[in-house]
């Protein structure tokens, strides 16, 4: 008979997915241990067992949980009416602002994605594609005849742009919600003039 879940499985989960984080991040995910997680989560070895078979379920859980809440909160935000010039800069922002209280989450994804599984790092590109999919499309609207057949040079332009974004954290950690927005606004006026430049 297989063993209930408890009604505090969820929280207890989410606490371990957070507290995990900080010691991949910190600690380095090949030199990290579950004896470590489990000692900072303030549970038995035997404890984090029950949640996660492995270190490597654990760290694909991690990243899964936050890529397609990440995915799921940028693809959804509302833009009608809003012209390209617009909807660049609601992405840019609210991408910043999902990433605030994320940073272990998100340093830990450039080592840890290659040493997944291949069928995970596929679920984990995905919703990765998802997002540089529709920064594209807005970044083409704004300028279609700079960007017209030429697919490499759109691609080098929306990674720069993620580039500002995703390195935010290392400057820029306990930015409040106004100074994200004030730097969101910056990328967003650099990017409009850079592609007009082009």
């Not at 997944?116 to 679920?123: R, V, W």
Request: aromatic share 8%; charged share 25%.
């Amino acid at each position: 008979m297989s063993r209930p879940i408890a009604k505090d499985h969820d929280e207890k989960r989410t606490h371990i997915l957070k507290i995990a984080a900080r010691v991949f991040a910190d600690q380095g995910f090949a030199r990290a241990s579950m004896s470590q997680v489990a000692k900072d989560c303030g549970i038995s070895k035997a404890n984090i067992y029950h949640y996660y078979s492995s270190k490597d379920a654990l760290l694909f859980d991690i990243l899964d949980t936050y890529l397609s809440a990440l995915r799921d909160r940028i693809i959804g935000i509302e833009m009608s009416g809003l012209d390209p010039e617009a909807q660049l800069e609601r992405i840019v922002i609210e991408t910043l602002r999902a990433y605030e209280g994320m940073d272990h989450e998100h340093k830990i994804q450039t080592e840890g994605i290659p040493l997944l599984p291949q069928d995970q790092q596929a679920i984990l590109k995905t919703y990765q594609r998802d997002l540089v999919k529709q920064l594209s499309d807005v970044v083409q609207a704004i300028a279609p005849d700079v960007f017209k057949d030429n697919t490499r040079k759109l691609r080098a332009t929306v990674m720069s742009i993620f580039g500002m974004l995703n390195w935010f954290y290392m400057w820029n950690s306990p930015a409040d919600q106004k100074a994200r927005d004030d730097y969101g606004q910056l990328v967003t006026k650099l990017t409009l003039t850079g592609v007009r430049g082009l």
